[in-house]
């Protein structure tokens, strides 16, 4: 198997032995791979890991796009490839990929899934690993520039793009395939050295397909040749290519929702004989460059169809949350986030546009930088109040920084729960925050954003204010399941209040200062107990006319604003551990939730701690407070508790 992907590499023998080189050699220490879609870099990753396997290389291979774009969901897929124990320490992580007895060969495959974590991945983990490691990043975006103008990395970095295959190597490929030369010419013409699309053009061209017309840049070929090979397809085929194009990954549950008259079984057959779909760890995939074309013509032409679609997908991936493990939550967010047509979130947390601008965590020297935007943007008071911020909190500061290295803009984030009691006391928009969460409890779920400038427009929309807001999407991965609610701040409260609202942010303005003159209008969002995962299903869920009303996730034993249970008239306050229960419990009615998952998502430990007492304890508890209605807590024997909703 191994000889055969190096024998199956065509026109790419000068890139796989420049990678070689590479692997084996001293410096650099990352080689960043770049090409478009279908251009080949997987099938060139995959002949470089059985060219150098032999050669007492030891390759570590992550796909980002199967990995949640964060710190320790990175940390644990490579104790899993590495077969070490489960660790979200970067670290222990490190320490045990940098082994001093081999050469190590980390491979981060579709990293322009990694937007989020490219900052980190430059700044702290990279450098941490050992001298034996080396590293290629490989993706169809550009290197961001900070990798270039780095001191750190001067001499350390290097690229690689991966270019269409010429003429000859193109025909060659035919050729061996047993296509004649004539219509080899005609097919190359239209595929112009394309990998993807060369192949796509053998299927069709075998097939007894015509290979014709052409398209408008190198960008639009597989979309071209997807569509020729679609004409002669039967309807069955298409209808099915149309729905697993709206969907992240194809799956029996999903493709049998969409699509009810054609057996799942059958539908999965059909995708897999195609060219431009490829099998995933959780499903099949259609290539990116061919879902989106397709989805976008089933949309124009036939919207019905296509919102149809849509609901019976948002059913199932919604159905698969509510059931879904800790360790599986970040594949249903992904699926839900394929689904929302909401740009602004989408983008959020998928970026499609390159960006010259990069996010990291503010450096000591950075301060002056910091200290001059706000200074040309905010008076007197709002700048005292951010001097303290900087003062206590530092490091709650992140600034974006242009292609030449220069600070272009900033944002502040921090837990609410972290917030020094000078800073409160100096800083009157924290303390109208902090009565707003009067419990401990609360602010530790709570994360706020302070402020956010750009060095040209200040608080108006500009590429620093967009990075800033990508990046943000990484914070509230890392701080999920237990963060609810997100806070901040704008003196313009229209520049971005619409989009805000249809994220879920709402204006709460009533007890906020005046500083300098200028309201400082807040905006709050609520995700509810079931934290990132739970907001964006409910998005989804309202997009596509789904949305279930607040009583069908709630119950009338719990007032749940004022965390106290509703018996017989009276009102019984709850201990933050039984609220942290009864809520997750009541917001998955009738589900049986496992004992290891209310460890996780109430108390935030780790599944050794599930085989402790502490939830029958508080099981208990709660019975106890809910009296006559005590059997509405039930037991699942082996397996955990479940609530019944009662009358």
Not at 214 to 233: C, K
Request: some cysteine; hydrophobic content about 40%; overall charge neutral.
């Amino acid at each position: 198997m191994q000889q055969r992907a190096i024998e199956a590499l065509a026109g790419r023998r000068a890139e796989l032995e420049r990678l070689e080189v590479f692997a084996l050699g001293d410096e650099p220490l990352v080689m960043h791979i770049q090409g478009i879609p279908g251009i080949g870099k997987t099938h060139l990753l995959n002949a470089l890991g059985a060219s150098i396997g032999g050669k007492g290389v030891f390759v570590v291979r992550i796909d980002a796009r199967w990995c949640e774009p964060s710190p320790a969901a990175l940390c644990r897929a490579i104790c899993r490839e590495i077969g070490a124990p489960e660790s979200e320490d970067p670290a222990v992580v490190a320490a045990s990929l940098s082994n001093a007895a081999r050469r190590t060969l980390l491979v981060l495959d579709s990293y322009e899934s990694f937007r989020l974590l490219d900052s980190w991945l430059r700044q702290a983990f990279l450098p941490s690993l050992g001298d034996g490691v080396r590293t290629i990043l490989s993706s169809r975006e550009q290197p961001r520039p900070a990798w270039r103008i780095a001191p750190a990395w001067r001499g350390l970095f290097d690229s690689m793009l991966l270019e269409t295959f010429p003429p000859e190597v193109a025909l060659e490929y035919l050729t061996s395939q047993g296509v004649p030369e004539d219509s080899a010419w005609e097919l190359n013409r239209v595929a112009r050295g394309h990998p993807l699309a060369l192949s796509l053009g053998l299927a069709l061209h075998l097939a007894g397909g015509q290979v014709r017309g052409s398209a408008a840049t190198r960008h639009q070929i597989l979309e071209h040749m997807a569509s020729l090979f679609l004409e002669d397809a039967d309807s069955g085929t298409i209808q099915v290519v149309q729905a697993a194009c709206l969907v992240r990954t194809a799956t029996a549950p999903l493709l049998a929702a969409m699509l009810p008259d054609i057996p799942a079984d059958e539908a999965l057959d059909r995708l897999r004989a195609l060219p431009f779909v490829s099998v995933g760890p959780h499903g099949l995939l259609v290539h990116e460059a061919v879902r989106g074309p397709v989805a976008a013509a089933l949309k124009s032409r036939d919207p019905a169809r296509y919102q149809a679609y849509r609901r019976a997908a948002s059913q199932v991936v919604r159905d698969q949350y509510r059931q879904a493990p800790r360790s599986d939550l970040w594949r249903c967010t992904a699926d839900v986030l394929y689904l929302l047509e909401n740009e602004n979130l989408r983008e959020g947390f998928f970026p499609s546009a390159e960006s010259p601008v990069s996010v990291e965590p503010a450096r000591a020297d950075d301060g002056t930088s910091i200290a001059s935007i706000i200074q040309k943007f905010d008076g007197p008071q709002s700048r005292q109040a951010l001097e303290q911020w900087w003062r206590y909190h530092p490091d709650s500061f992140f600034v974006v920084r242009d292609e030449h290295g220069e600070v272009q803009g900033f944002y502040q984030a921090i837990l609410a729960s972290k917030v020094h009691k000078n800073v409160m006391e100096r800083d009157p928009l924290a303390a109208s925050w902090a009565k707003d969460l009067p419990r401990s409890e609360d602010r530790a779920a709570t994360l706020w954003l302070r402020r956010t400038l750009d060095r040209d427009t200040g608080e108006r929309p500009s590429p620093g204010q967009a990075a800033c807001w990508l990046d943000i999407k990484r914070t509230y991965l890392e701080l999920r399941p237990r963060l609810r609610w997100v806070y901040t701040c704008y003196g313009d409260a229209e520049l971005y209040r619409r989009s805000f609202e249809q994220l879920g942010f709402r204006l709460v303005d009533e007890g906020r200062p005046v500083l300098d003159r200028v309201m400082q209008h807040t905006f709050r969002l609520d995700m509810g107990v079931d934290s990132v995962d739970g907001w964006l299903s409910n998005l989804l869920a309202q997009e596509t006319g789904m949305a279930t009303s607040e009583a069908a996730c709630s119950s009338p034993l719990l007032d749940e604003q004022a965390r106290e249970l509703l018996v017989n008239g009276s009102r019984i306050g709850l201990t933050p551990m039984e609220f942290g229960l009864f809520s997750y419990l009541v917001a998955r009615p009738n589900k049986a939730v496992a004992r290891y998952e209310l460890v996780e998502a109430v108390w935030g430990y780790g599944k050794e701690a599930s085989t402790s007492n502490v939830v029958e304890a508080v099981v208990r508890s709660v019975r106890q407070k809910l009296g006559a209605h005590r059997e509405a807590l039930e037991t699942v024997r082996g397996v955990g508790y479940r609530y019944r909703p009662t009358a």
